[in-house]
């Protein structure tokens, strides 16, 4: 996985146009297949599904049933959930192999350090500290490894892995560590050091460590209490520890944001920018239109991030908006009190503010919508999928206007 991301449209129109969906079915599950390396501008708005399938299928004939459609429609599905259940996913959707009690609630120092000893669990995080980006499959591994070897709840490692990625998305990222819980899926998401020998290069391979085993006894491990789980093993000598980077709430002053002003804004029509819209203005805003970029310091105090994250975000949004605040929610509803009009993009992780500010316009969408709440993918998919033979159907039953 390419490690470098420039957070530019240009940068994610180019990996949209070097997806090579054929090679992708066929190596997307080893750490070195040829992944996309979209999901930072899927999930900051850059650019949006429809336009991600829009420019594939203009390169390649899909059906709507292709492995790359299908991970598109992971993500709407993710979203899906959270618009029926709300902030319900940040808890088990049900129970797992353990009562949530019989999970500990600190992510030990060892996982956060990168040296457990077992190989895979500490290359996945060094490469997490290091890009800002893990591939899925590394993912549950990691995941798995947190929950069901180490017995730590799925929220406390979900919360940690949030703040380190660049991508992170509180749907897809929460619903993924609750998929490999066993707590939004039937069964417990395990692997084995054969998995990890068969995707992932030699530096990952775990021989001898815990998860070198059968998936028989993966799973009685996962049902076991912490108190006969396995002991962690020690580093092998020569493994260094590494220290975890800082995620901070405030963002660093190189951005440039300033405190909502509203004399910037009084009598105008304005259109928000935030961190999950960062794809092309609307064509059709009004002359005069103020385009301010805003972060809402209520939502970061509750979920920091990485430097590498502000920076990612920060520099995207200095392109779209001259006017660029960090402030918490009452003083940008004060600033936004005199503007004439205010319009911004819906967005499930600024719900709790955005609407009150701004009339806030629907998010351009891939797949039709589906109104009954669906607790599994496979539900959804016969739902959103349905009459459509190809990803040319898909987008034209779903053709979005421009703003």
Same mark, same amino acid.
């Given at each position: 996985m390419d490690e470098a991301f420039a957070p530019t449209l240009a940068a994610a129109q180019a990996r949209i146009a070097a997806v090579r969906p054929a090679v992708y079915a066929r190596t997307r599950n080893s750490l070195q297949g040829a992944v996309s390396g979209l999901s930072p501008y899927i999930t900051h708005?850059?650019?949006?599904?429809?336009?991600?399938?829009r420019g594939v299928s203009a390169r390649h004939a899909l059906s709507v049933e292709h492995k790359f459609v299908f991970e598109l429609g992971w993500r709407a599905y993710f979203r899906h959930v959270w618009q029926h259940r709300g902030e319900a996913i940040l808890q088990s959707l049900h129970a797992g192999p353990l009562p949530d009690d019989a999970y500990a609630r600190q992510l030990p120092a060892d996982i956060r350090q990168a040296c457990t000893g077992v190989p895979v669990v500490d290359e996945a995080v060094r490469m997490l500290y290091a890009t800002g980006m893990l591939h899925n499959h590394a993912r549950m591994w990691l995941a798995s490894y947190v929950v069901h070897v180490r017995k730590v709840h799925w929220r406390s490692g979900a919360d940690w892995l949030y703040g380190h990625l660049l991508d992170g998305d509180l749907a897809s990222n929460h619903l993924s560590w609750q998929w490999v819980a066993g707590t939004g899926s039937r069964k417990p998401y395990l692997f084995n050091a054969e998995n990890v020998a068969r995707y992932a290069p030699d530096a990952w391979h775990s021989p001898g460590t815990v998860v070198d085993t059968s998936y028989d006894e993966l799973d009685r491990i996962a049902r076991q209490p912490a108190s006969r789980a396995p002991r962690p093993l020690e580093a092998p000598p020569g493994v260094t520890s590494r220290v975890e980077p800082a995620l901070g709430a405030e963002p660093p002053e190189t951005l440039g944001l300033t405190a909502p002003d509203a004399a910037a804004v009084s009598g105008r029509d304005v259109w928000l920018v935030h961190p999950w819209s960062l794809g092309e203005l609307p064509a059709a805003l009004p002359a005069g239109t103020v385009v301010v970029g805003i972060f809402v310091a209520d939502f970061h105090y509750a979920w920091p991030w990485s430097e590498r994250r502000w920076h990612f975000v920060g520099s995207r949004m200095a392109v779209l908006a001259n006017e660029r605040w960090h402030g918490d929610a009452t003083s940008? =509803? %004060? =600033?936004?009190?005199? =503007?004439?009009?205010?319009?911004?993009? %819906?967005?499930p992780h600024l719900a709790t503010w955005l609407p009150r500010w701004a009339r806030c316009e629907a998010a351009p969408a891939l797949f039709p919508p589906v109104d009954q709440?669906?607790?599994?993918?496979?539900?959804?998919? %016969?739902? %959103?999928?349905?009459?459509?033979d190809s990803a040319a159907d898909l987008l034209a039953v779903n053709e979005v206007p421009a703003w």
């Open positions: 708005g850059v650019v949006t599904l429809a336009d991600v399938l940008i =509803a %004060a =600033a936004l009190k005199g =503007a004439r009009s205010v319009r911004s993009v %819906a967005e709440r669906c607790d599994s993918f496979s539900q959804w998919w %016969a739902r %959103a999928s349905r009459s459509l």
